[in-house]
């Protein structure tokens, strides 16, 4: 890819992904290394302009997408699927809602 803003926005934000997913040690991971010859293969020369630049980016920015979302969806699993089984006046009140009460005083039981 060229070195324009863009390209090089969309290549730190890859590697900063890389980071959050293998912490310090990210540099010695294939996937790093994959990525940055893949950007200093398709770095563009003031001798050559193609159509597999632009097409390069396109990729390069939806491997981006990719890995912030599944970052962001594991973080969202994990808030709000590692409790295990929760009760249903938990649930009620997760959406804002109580149980109803039963004449006697007795709240809802199994």
Known sequence: ?????????VYRGILKELRAMQGQNY?????YN????????NQ????????AQ????????TYLCLLA???NHQALHNLYHAKGERNPEDVAGLVGLRL????GG???EK
């Open 1 to 9: 890819m060229a070195a324009s803003p863009s390209s090089l926005r």
């Open 27 to 31: 540099k010695q991971s294939l996937a």
């Open 34 to 41: 994959y990525v940055t010859d893949q950007f200093r293969k």
């Open 44 to 51: 563009v020369t003031g001798e050559r302009y193609c159509r």
């Open 54 to 61: 632009q097409e390069a980016l396109h990729a390069s920015q």
């Open 69 to 71: 979302s599944s970052r």
């Open 100 to 103: 109803p009460t039963q004449p």
């Open 106 to 108: 007795k709240g809802w």
